[in-house]
């Protein structure tokens, strides 16, 4: 029932930027802090940034942090990432994801932990040449 769908992604140049749109349905979207994560083959999930079910409050990554921007629309049901001068690091797996520990509704200010969320989507290439 609960599905996350993310689009956006594609093959850029460095400096290049991409929009990512995380879909979702079948929970009450409004009620949910949203992650973004991002991960490499080989490696372990990386937190990206999140946002939290007011809007209010917005955080990243410091390797994303003035680059990237978390938004969300809970009327339609959507939450987006803004990319932007993007770089070969970002090279990943792009997911979408609710936040299921402690405080659902809220980020932690301290970290984006992938181990916080859980239903993921199927997730959206981004790839970035040098």
């Known amino acids: 029932q609960v599905q996350l769908v993310e689009s956006g992604g594609g093959l850029v140049q460095s400096g290049g930027s991409l929009r990512l749109s995380c879909a979702t349905s079948?929970?009450?979207?409004?009620?949910?802090?949203i992650g973004w994560l991002r991960q490499v083959p080989g490696k372990e999930p990386e937190g990206v940034s999140c946002i939290s079910a007011s809007t209010t409050s917005t955080y990243y990554a410091d390797s994303v942090k003035g680059r990237f921007t978390v938004s969300r629309d809970n009327a339609k049901k959507t939450v987006y990432l803004q990319m932007n001068s993007l770089e070969p690091e970002d090279t990943a797996v792009y997911y979408c994801?609710?936040?299921?520990?402690?405080?659902?509704?809220?980020?932690?200010?301290?970290?984006?932990?992938?181990?916080?969320?859980?239903?993921w989507g199927q997730g959206t290439q981004v790839t970035v040449s040098p």
């Open positions: 079948g929970f009450h979207l409004d009620y949910y802090a």
């Open positions: 994801s609710t936040k299921t520990r402690g405080y659902s509704d809220v980020c932690d200010p301290e970290e984006i932990s992938p181990a916080d969320f859980g239903s």
